[in-house]
């Protein structure tokens, strides 16, 4: 059977662009948390705290002309595939053998908001690229024309699981033999002040109770929490077949030994504890390990004050008390979109390590028995790992990784 | 408005989208298309055009249009009337 190995990542995030720098960000256990001032962010007096990309280094192989006509989330993409692609060596894959599944919907609100607000007042005048800007699979086209993927391409949307559920098609496609190779992309997800607004309403945003000190604001699992904090992330990952990988002698971070997804029947953003215990269940039975088998949680995590502790009391259920558990959300914020393919990175990244970076804001942990990585980072080996994301939609979905080198 | 206006006012949009075009050498009879434009940049280029000098035109009023002399004469027309 052919595995789903991860040969490459991207990553480009608030506290860091580049797998080393972003590493190096995780273990110092740093953070970007400031109220955003980006063009869209803010409306009258209206502000959110959040973590937002300071500089972005563009991808080398588009020039100023693409630049220009290119949106942030655009722009941000192709940096992260480019490294991505450079990281897996994809110029040694035949560009039909290779895909890019695009996770996320609705990826550029703020642009929407903008070009809405810009031209109200004289329709007749709104740019020609906002046609193509405005739907998600502009990123297909932008990262596809910029480097040889000729195999497919396509956007798939989870809500805050998209980015998970992109390296899960991407492992279907390596699996089945339909490619050799297939980046997951978990997109930037650009969102206006309307959309925070609107999250904050619903009570799945963060308040603005630390007003006073925005980097106390994103707390997952803390007792004090009291929503989300979003923060402006992409991640790239490349799934390869182990076939195409050992043809190649490609290096590989881990295996993705199994995957599942489950579905809460609710519309509501109301987390479900049964459905997520479902798919835990499942994707340890498609991955063939016991529950003691697994060595580390990455958690979904949101910093939400019923989703936190429903997920723990399935963390529990499932028999993973004793697995270690700390929160890559309170460092990087809440990318939604590309959360999932974010943290299958930053869980790759500490595999590699042999180190579990550390959880800010883990004042007074939610459970305190369980294995809290809280203030520093740990010298731990890991060899499984297991992932979860939740969507709004009741899109449920978990992620065994194993690494390799153990 | 007189027809200067609109040559600067196009010359800018061109040099805009397309910033490896030395515009100073376009000349009338010059075609956006052999200046290295996609079929969505010369929308731009116009439309860019348009919202500058406060013009709308419509879609098929361009479609007998044959390089930039003829566009800017084109908008000239409109913004006389």
Request: charge should be negative; charged fraction near 20%; hydrophobic fraction near 40%.
């Amino acid at each position: 059977m052919n595995r789903a190995l991860i040969t490459g990542v991207g990553i480009t995030s608030a506290i860091g662009q580049g797998k080393e720098r972003f590493a190096r960000a995780l273990f110092g256990g740093e953070h970007a948390f400031a109220y955003m001032e980006r063009e869209g962010r803010r409306k009258g007096s209206l502000t959110f705290v959040g973590a937002e990309i300071r500089e972005l280094a563009n991808a080398t192989r588009i020039g100023e002309r693409v630049r220009r006509r290119t949106s942030f989330c655009g722009l941000v993409a192709l940096a992260t595939v480019e490294e991505a692609w450079n990281d897996a060596g994809l110029d040694a894959v035949a560009p039909e053998r290779i895909g890019l599944i695009v996770g996320g919907s609705n990826l550029q609100q703020r642009e929407v908001v903008n070009a809405t607000e810009a031209y109200a007042s004289h329709p007749v005048h709104v740019s020609p690229y906002y046609s193509i800007s405005l739907w998600d699979t502009d990123l297909c086209g932008l990262c596809t024309e910029a480097f040889p993927v000729r195999g497919m391409t396509y956007s798939l949307g989870g809500a805050s699981a998209s980015g998970q559920l992109a390296v899960m098609q991407a492992a279907r496609a390596v699996e089945s033999g339909e490619l050799d190779a297939c980046i997951a992309l978990g997109a930037l997800t650009d969102l206006s002040y309307l959309e925070f607004q609107a999250l904050r309403n619903i009570g799945a945003m963060g308040t603005d109770r630390y007003a006073d000190d925005p980097s106390l604001a994103c707390r997952p699992f803390d007792r004090m929490r009291d929503g989300f904090i979003y923060g402006e992330s992409c991640g790239a990952v490349v799934v390869e077949g182990s076939e195409s990988a050992g043809m190649r002698r490609a290096r590989s971070y881990g295996s993705i030994r199994g995957y599942a997804t489950a579905t809460a029947g609710n519309r509501n953003p109301n987390p479900d504890e049964q459905c997520e215990i479902a798919v835990i269940r499942r994707a340890l039975k498609a991955s063939g390990l016991s529950p003691a088998e697994v060595d580390y949680v990455s958690p979904h995590g949101s910093g939400s004050v019923i989703g936190d502790t429903t997920e723990l009391n399935a963390v529990v259920a499932c028999e993973l008390s004793h697995a270690f558990i700390n929160s890559t959300k309170s460092l990087t914020g809440h990318g939604l979109a590309s959360a999932g393919a974010v943290e299958v990175i930053a869980t790759l990244l500490q595999m590699e390590a042999g180190r579990l970076h550390p959880s800010r804001n883990l004042t007074s942990p939610e459970m305190p028995s369980l294995n809290w990585v809280g203030e520093g980072a740990i010298n731990q080996r890991v060899r499984n790992a297991l992932c979860l994301s939740y969507g709004f939609g009741g899109i449920n979905t978990a992620l065994c990784v194993q690494h390799e080198g153990l | 408005m007189d027809r200067e206006t609109v040559w600067v006012e196009v010359k800018k949009n061109i040099a805009e989208v397309l910033p490896s075009v030395n515009v100073d050498e376009i000349k009338p009879g010059d075609r956006l298309v052999e200046l290295g434009a996609n079929s969505v940049d010369r929308v731009e280029i116009i439309t860019l055009t348009l919202e500058g000098l406060n013009l709308h035109v419509r879609a098929h009023e361009l479609a007998g249009v044959e390089n930039i002399g003829g566009l800017v004469e084109l908008l000239h027309q409109k913004a006389l009337e």
